[in-house]
């Protein structure tokens, strides 16, 4: 009977001591692989990110949230609500991507008023999005789950095709798609 010490003893001698390869870098007992990361560059021109925002403008729109598409063609209106602090040069390259798929875009940027100290902390919602449309002149205490449906009733009412908003979380039903903007 073969013990587990023979098995470990005759499979480093068949071995002969060499290394194992993984794809790569050759492994050394003991030694950790170097971290692999995409290659991501610094700064992207703003060719290269007209070239980006150019693809996920154009892909079939899907319900998941992983792989945004907006599925924008020629006539279609796209209303976007980004942040205030929303990356100018990414804004102008989706905006710029829209139109060369024949389509128009209108921006809103939301700015959020300095919270109230007794307030709890806000979380980056749909409503949040919507907050810098109304936000102003509803005044603290307001019912904030009324300027999702502000931004929604924008959206369904002013013609548009998509609605583009928001990172994460769910979405209420909508009826014209509403897609993430990933790019901050």
């Not at 006539?75 to 040069?89: I, M, N, T, Y």
């Not at 008023?113 to 109304?134: H, K, L, Q, S, V």
């Amino acid at each position: 009977m073969l013990t587990r010490k023979m098995f470990f003893t005759l499979l480093l001698a068949t071995l002969g001591g060499t290394t194992l390869t993984a794809q790569g870098p050759v492994y050394r007992p003991g030694e950790f692989r170097a971290p692999r990361y995409p290659a991501l560059k610094a700064n992207y021109t703003p060719q290269e990110l007209l070239a980006l925002a150019c693809d996920v403008v154009r892909r079939p729109y899907q319900s998941a949230f992983l792989k945004a598409g907006y599925s924008i063609q020629p006539g279609h209106k796209a209303l976007l609500v980004v942040p205030g602090e929303f990356d100018q040069r990414v804004l102008d390259a989706i905006v710029g991507a829209i139109r060369e798929a024949g389509g128009s875009a209108d921006v809103i940027r939301r700015y959020n008023p300095p919270p109230e100290a007794d307030a709890p902390p806000r979380i980056e919602t749909a409503w949040r999005e919507a907050f810098g449309i109304i936000g102003r002149e509803r005044g603290p205490g307001a019912d904030v789950g009324l300027t999702c449906a502000l931004m929604m009733n924008l959206a369904e009412t002013g013609n548009y095709n998509v609605l583009i908003a928001g990172a994460g979380g769910t979405h209420p039903a909508l009826g014209i798609p509403w897609q993430y903007i990933f790019w901050d």
